[in-house]
């Protein structure tokens, strides 16, 4: 069965600092890993991963894939109050149609 | 236009109604997707069309029914729904193709809430 599972589950930080989100997964036909950013409503884009070991940066979000080891990351530097939200991994996987597969997400609160 | 609409933002209904969830996109996006969010939880994959046809239905009961009018729109009939059905049912746009880079893109979902 896929799986996609992501850790922490929750985190709470202060501003300023550096936090690192894991994401690991089994699925079958992996096509890619998408990170989603979930605050009220709809879950925003961050990154679109598909090769290993090629960094994709976004101002103080960073992600990489390892396709050997099946796990991302995401990291936050310097982070902000309007961090907090849940993070959401999702993987890509290939068939007839294309479908996500979403882990269970981190829930981030960044304190002042 | 970069947006997937949603409508109704919010909906109460009773287990005896029967309602419809709409979605749009002007992105020329050809594949849409259906999924539903529980609270604290992420979300499930119900329905994905691919060029307006059904291509996956993960098991969803009977009293949800998709329909894709055309390659714009997504809708999801509902009837006699239960209590535990309320959730936020999220709507997403993607091409079906390969060698994209801008994922999927998610509507702000609508509140259902089943009485």
């Known amino acids: 069965e896929d799986k996609v599972v992501q850790s922490p589950l929750s985190l709470v930080v202060h501003e300023g600092d550096t936090v690192t989100l894991n994401c690991s997964y089994e699925?079958?036909?992996?096509?890619?890993l998408l990170w989603y950013k979930q605050e009220k409503k709809a879950p925003t884009f961050l990154f679109m991963l598909?090769?290993?070991?090629i960094e994709k940066k976004s101002g103080r979000l960073s992600s990489i894939l390892d396709k050997k080891e099946l796990f991302s990351i995401l990291n936050i530097t310097a982070t902000q109050t309007g961090d907090s939200a849940v993070y959401l991994c999702?993987?890509?996987?290939?068939?007839?149609?294309?479908?996500?597969?979403f882990g269970t997400g981190t829930l981030l609160a960044v304190q002042p | 236009d970069t947006e997937v609409t949603q409508t109704p933002k919010h909906l109460v209904m009773g287990m005896t109604n029967k309602k419809s969830l709409k979605c749009e996109q002007h992105?020329?996006?050809?594949?849409m997707y259906w999924y539903k969010q529980k609270a604290k939880k992420p979300p499930e994959l119900m329905f994905v069309?691919?060029?307006?046809?059904?291509?996956i239905n993960e098991s969803v009961p009977s009293r949800f029914s998709p329909e894709c009018p055309n390659s714009s729109l997504l809708n999801l009939h509902l009837h006699a729904l239960q209590p535990e059905d309320s959730a936020l049912y999220l709507c997403?746009?993607?091409?079906?193709?390969?060698?994209?880079?801008?994922?999927?893109?998610f509507g702000s979902g609508t509140r259902l809430t089943v009485v």
């Open positions: 997403a746009s993607s091409q079906p193709d390969w060698g994209r880079d801008y994922g999927y893109t």
């Open positions: 699925v079958t036909n992996f096509r890619s």
């Open positions: 598909t090769s290993s070991g």
């Open positions: 999702a993987v890509e996987a290939s068939g007839a149609t294309n479908k996500l597969i």
């Open positions: 992105m020329g996006h050809r594949a």
């Open positions: 069309y691919s060029y307006e046809k059904l291509s």
